[in-house]
């Protein structure tokens, strides 16, 4: 059986809050985002995250800004340190997929993306090319619902071209 969450935060250690965040949109059709970062854990752990998602949002807070993203697998690495008690080999990795992914990050955080670096509370990506959401429409609509496992609306004649 497969995981299904529909909506996960994720709060940021205090930890994370000098290490910048890289973002990249890829160049294919599919114009995916593609969040990357590098941490420290409590102990002795450090922790290396990619995020591929359809969709990338900045929502600002008084004291934080939390990123939004849609439709988003998160590859997990974590490199603990081999000489702590009960230690193995000292890599742990992880996958899982998230319909809506929240992260909180502390004012002050920058951002890495289309050449430049800024404040994670300042970034503007509509700068690069449209919104930050994908639109289907007509049969590529109704494909993509499939994808999700929905029935399309009652409405649609799919039998029509």
Not at 40 to 58: M, N, P, Q, R
Request: proline share 3%; net charge negative.
């Amino acid at each position: 059986m497969r995981p299904f969450f529909i909506c996960i935060l994720f709060v940021v250690s205090e930890a994370a809050h000098c290490q910048p965040l890289f973002l990249y949109k890829t160049d294919d059709a599919s114009q995916k985002y593609v969040l990357t970062r590098y941490y420290h854990e409590a102990g002795a752990s450090s922790v290396s995250e990619v995020i591929i998602a359809e969709t990338f949002s900045v929502h600002r807070h008084d004291a934080f800004c939390q990123v939004t993203m849609s439709n988003a697998w998160l590859f997990r690495t974590q490199l603990s340190d081999v000489s702590l008690p009960g230690a193995t080999n000292g890599v742990e990795q992880k996958k899982a997929f998230f319909n809506v992914m929240r992260m909180d990050f502390r004012n002050g955080t920058k951002l890495i993306f289309n050449g430049s670096s800024t404040e994670l509370s300042q970034a503007k990506l509509e700068d690069v090319g449209g919104t930050n959401m994908v639109h289907f429409q007509g049969d590529a609509a109704v494909r993509e619902l499939k994808r999700m496992g929905l029935d399309p609306p009652d409405d649609i004649d799919e039998t029509k071209k």
